[in-house]
């Protein structure tokens, strides 16, 4: 079995929390700074299908989303969206984790990792 892989800004609290939970729990992971390492086009539409639209994958009550120019905030199609994370990766929900068999989840929370990884 290969490690989960976690998606986020290594400057992301979030992201720190989630990566200290895995740590204190022995749980072997990949981190992947998306800032640094773009995630394929291909691969946001797939997390956002995977969690049940754009609007599960992107972070709506960030700064980044309340300072985005009116115009786009309304992405009417895939492409439109990978655009917009391409240009604004900090509107994707941090972290993101994919587990080996590429099961896709947003988000931390102590129980709500308790539950992903069976801790």
């Known amino acids: 079995m290969t490690a989960p892989t976690l998606y986020g800004l290594p400057n ?6 989630a990566r200290n ?3 204190r729990f022995d ?3 990949e981190f992947v700074d998306y800032r640094a390492h773009p995630v394929a086009p ?10 049940g639209g754009w609007d599960k ?3 709506k009550s960030g700064t980044t989303w309340r300072n985005l120019l009116p115009q786009r905030k309304n992405p009417a199609s ?3 969206w990978t655009l917009l994370l391409k240009e604004y990766p900090a509107l ?3 972290p993101v984790v994919v587990q080996p068999d590429g099961a896709v989840s947003v988000g931390f929370t102590d129980n709500g990792f308790k539950k992903l990884f069976g801790r």
């Open 12 to 17: 992301c609290d979030t992201c720190k929390k």
């Open 21 to 23: 939970w895995l740590t």
């Open 27 to 29: 749980v072997a992971h």
């Open 42 to 51: 291909a691969t946001l539409k797939s997390w956002a299908q995977q969690l």
């Open 57 to 59: 994958l992107v972070n």
């Open 78 to 80: 895939d492409p439109e």
């Open 92 to 94: 994707v929900r941090r």
